[in-house]
């Protein structure tokens, strides 16, 4: 294997842990912005509200793109595993 093939490897499972990685983390960073705007307002202070939601964003996502997010992985892994052969 050369160094060239290494290189390229190592850039594609940066890739695709940004793209799995990416959404989830958005969209509770959106949740924790709303949360803490909301919880400004009303002057509600309560930590477990902010977990609770990002807990539910997650679940929810995760059920629905996860199995986008696990065909991913595996082609992924099914290149690596071309590459050794």
Known sequence: MEVNQIIDVFRDGIAVAI??????LLVCMLIGVIVAILQAVT?????????V??????????????????????EYTY???ELMK
Do not use: D, N, T, Y
């Open 43 to 51: 002057q509600i202070h309560e930590q477990s509200i902010g977990f």
């Open 19 to 24: 793209r799995l990685g990416a959404p989830i």
């Open 53 to 74: 939601l990002k807990l539910i964003v997650v679940v929810m996502f995760l059920s629905l793109g996860g199995g986008w997010m696990i065909e991913s992985l595996q």
């Open 79 to 81: 290149s690596l595993f």
